[in-house]
Structures are given as C-alpha cells and as structure tokens.
C-alpha cells in the first residue's frame, strides 16, 4: 500500500487546471472538464498541486497504487559544432538542401522582434503595438528550445513572454485580460513546451479570454525539448 497518493474529490472540482502545472511530474491533466490522476506512478504523494486548488477538491490518501517510478524524460543529445578552420584555410560552403549556398541562411535567421518590453509583466495594456494584432503567447523556454523561433513565430506579430510555472498564473490572466479588452487583438498563438507545467500557458489564455468576454481564433503550438514544433 502506497503511504500517500492525490484524491481527487470530483463534485469539488471546477477544472480550473491550477493543479496540472503545479504537477512537475505530469500526474494531473484535465479530462472532460475535471482534474483526473492519470497514472497513479506519475504521482509521488508530497501534494504539490494541494495549495493551487482554489476549491480544496485535492487531498492525499493511502490506498493500494503503484508505486512512484517516473519515467526521465529523454532528451537528444547535443550536437557539439565542428571546428573552426585553421586561418588561411578555406572552408568550403556547404549547399543547403535546396542548392543553394549556406549563407542564404542570413536572411531567414535576422532577428523579428517587432515590440518591446516582450514580459507580460511589463507590456502596457494599452501599448500601441497590441492594437489589432496577432499575438504571441509564448513560455520563456520556447525561444531556447525552438531554433527558428524568430522567423516561425514573430514576422508581423506582437510578442508576450511569461512562466505559466515560476510566476503568478492569475497576475498573468488579469493583465492578458486588460490587453484584450482595451487593445482588441484579432488572434492569438499560444507557443509552450511539451511539458506538464508549460501547458498553463495555454491555461491562461484561455481564462483571459473568458474575462475579458471575448472570442478569437487561438491556435496552440507545442516545442518539445528536442525543438520539434507540434500543432
């Protein structure tokens, strides 16, 4: 019998999600609008999810289980990058799958930051750049994770960062919410890792739109650590 392990009390559960980012080890996920443990493994029964519960439906409890055993997650290894020539020694330019020369890389690589200040924290509601615009949501690891970030992402939108995990999920929900409704933004892209507690990102979107009563297209993007892009 396991000593502790999450109970759900689902009559209490409003599935708000609060809980599934404060679940660093991915035991919690919203299902047909409740919070459900979804793997008894996933769980190691210290009740990290219990204080982000606004309606206390999450207790621990003893009760026959699996025992606690996640999985690591893999992550590829890092290329490390070939040395640099010797001076005076010429480096063949290698083509790239298109034929043409690798410096043509130049221009898909030039940085796209349209705005500034880019923290949610930090961006005005109000701002000018965030009038009309296609906004992107992002959670701060993406831009690390994702190579081409810039060129994928940022041509011809505002760009909002934040850390649906480290920092406070209401305070963004509130200050997201202003931005719709003072600034009307026509779209939003939400960008967050493939990770349990990046998915509050997409969370907080959500809810913002819920408080500002508005209603526009939202498309979720997903990078995972390896930097694949999934939608």
């Known amino acids: 019998m396991r000593r502790l392990i ?30 459900r443990l979804v793997a008894d493994n996933l769980c190691d029964g210290l009740g990290a999810c219990l204080g982000h519960c606004p309606k206390g439906a999450i207790t621990v409890e003893e009760r026959e289980a699996e025992p606690f055993a996640a999985a690591p997650r893999e992550v590829a290894p890092f290329a490390a990058p070939s040395p640099a ?3 005076g020694t010429a480096s063949p330019e290698p083509p790239l799958p298109c034929g043409c020369p690798a410096s043509a890389l130049e221009e898909q690589t030039l940085p796209s930051l349209g705005n500034w200040p880019v923290q949610i ?22 831009a690390f994770a994702c190579p081409d970030f810039h060129r994928r992402f940022l041509p011809g939108r505002a760009l909002l960062v934040g850390c649906p995990k480290l920092d406070d999920a209401r305070a963004y929900i509130d200050r997201l919410a202003a931005m719709i409704s ?50």
């Open 6 to 35: 999450v109970k759900i009390d689902e009559e209490k559960c409003d599935g708000c999600g609060l809980c599934v980012p404060a679940c660093a080890e991915g035991a919690l996920q919203i299902v047909d609008g409740k919070a």
């Open 85 to 87: 020539p010797h001076e």
């Open 121 to 142: 924290r930090l961006v005005p509601p109000g701002a000018s750049f965030l009038k009309n615009a296609h906004l992107v949501v992002a959670a701060d690891c993406t």
């Open 182 to 231: 003072t600034a009307g933004p026509r779209a939003i892209t939400v960008v967050h890792m493939e990770v349990p507690c990046c998915y509050g990102m997409t969370y907080v979107v959500q809810q913002a739109l819920a408080r500002a009563g508005a209603t526009l297209p939202v498309d979720d993007v997903v990078i995972t650590p390896a930097g694949e892009v999934r939608t």
